[in-house]
């Protein structure tokens, strides 16, 4: 089945321990993307990646790393988690950005306290 | 600056009233137009693409139509299962993606 696979669905931690969320895909995309969705803000990019080794920032990417060493693969890394990036995040993938239909994780549900 | 911008923000039908749901936008160059049904707590599910004004899609119930400034999301007899939020996105010659606050619909018994 061709899916998008993120992981944990929910995480609960504490300011500033690191935390990885994975993403995987099996649909052979080039393009990979990382959302975050909070209330009234709607989605918003955090970081995105045309290919292997080619990463760039969206609209929100302080606080965030990424990396793109396998075509499947898409971590989002927050190094030094806050407050503020308590949110419910969603990692997608298409074969193009602008003209093709991303397909979305279920999503990974964040709160740092 | 490419714009999406969806209306109503929420409404609410008894099952069987018909109603659409409107994606207004502006682009420089359409790449695509795209719809999305968004459950609570859920991803995103991909419903159609529009590539060019007077395109037409239909699934089911739901059908989406272009013109050159608006997407419609037009659902005929609804049924409790389609509340939901529905987002509208659109890409241009940018190369970004551009998504709306989206439509939430609740259906009614």
């Known amino acids: 089945e061709a899916q998008v696979t993120q992981n944990p669905r929910y995480l609960i931690t504490v300011t500033g321990k690191k935390l990885t969320v994975t993403c995987s895909q099996n649909?052979?995309?080039?393009?990979m993307s990382w959302y975050r969705q909070d209330p009234g803000l709607g989605l918003r990019q955090i970081y995105y990646?045309?290919?292997?080794?080619?990463?760039d920032k969206g609209d929100v990417p302080e606080g965030y790393k990424v990396s793109r060493k396998e075509k499947r693969n898409f971590p989002l890394i927050l190094e030094s988690p806050s407050p503020n990036q308590t949110s419910l995040y969603f990692c997608?993938?298409?074969?193009?950005?602008?003209?093709?239909?991303?397909?979305f994780g279920n999503g990974t549900r964040l709160t740092v306290t | 600056e490419d714009q999406v911008t969806q209306s109503p923000e929420a409404l609410r039908l008894q099952e069987g009233e018909s109603s659409s749901l409107n994606c207004s936008y502006t682009?420089?160059?359409?790449?695509?137009l795209f719809w999305y049904r968004q459950d609570p707590g859920k991803g995103p599910e991909f419903l159609f693409t529009?590539?060019?004004a007077g395109e037409e899609k239909e699934k089911e119930r739901l059908k989406a139509t272009l013109t050159k400034k608006e997407s419609f999301l037009h659902i005929t007899a609804p049924k409790p299962e389609d509340s939901a939020t529905y987002l509208c996105?659109?890409?241009?010659?940018?190369?970004?993606?551009?998504f709306g606050q989206g439509t939430t619909l609740q259906v009614k018994p």
């Open positions: 997608a993938s298409s074969f193009g950005q602008a003209n093709s239909p991303l397909h």
């Open positions: 649909m052979n995309h080039e393009y």
């Open positions: 990646s045309m290919n292997v080794e080619v990463t």
């Open positions: 682009v420089s160059g359409l790449r695509g």
């Open positions: 529009l590539y060019s």
């Open positions: 996105a659109v890409g241009g010659n940018t190369g970004k993606l551009i």
